[in-house]
């Protein structure tokens, strides 16, 4: 079975001078997986979380001009939450975004991302 984006990707708007982002993301029924992605001109990030929960860090690097970092969460809640990205300080320019994912194996990756 292939992966698939599920539902509507959503991004939180460019943030500066604050060291987390919150914005809502929708999860539907077929939802198996959910990734958040984002990045900075200058940190790390330090969590994410989707409705309270937290996600796997998948990488976190930190470049020569920017910083990026993926996120995964196997079986997310089903619904519309928030989710909230953090980084290790303020950040000069930052953003984040988060797709669900339908058709993701759980078995085998939510052993080695929960």
Do not use: K
């Amino acid at each position: 079975m292939a992966v698939t984006v599920e539902g509507t990707p959503t991004t939180s708007s460019a943030v500066a001078a604050v060291s987390s982002v919150t914005f809502s993301h929708t999860t539907g029924a077929t939802a198996t997986g959910l990734f958040v992605g984002g990045g900075s001109q200058d940190e790390l990030t330090t969590s994410v979380t989707f409705n309270g929960d937290a996600l796997a860090e998948l990488w976190d690097v930190a470049g020569t001009v920017a910083f990026a970092a993926g996120y995964l969460m196997v079986s997310p809640d089903i619904g519309t939450f928030n989710v909230v990205y953090t980084w290790a300080a303020a950040v000069d320019i930052g953003v984040a975004g988060a797709v669900g994912l339908a058709g993701l194996e759980t078995s085998s990756v939510g052993a080695a991302h929960r």
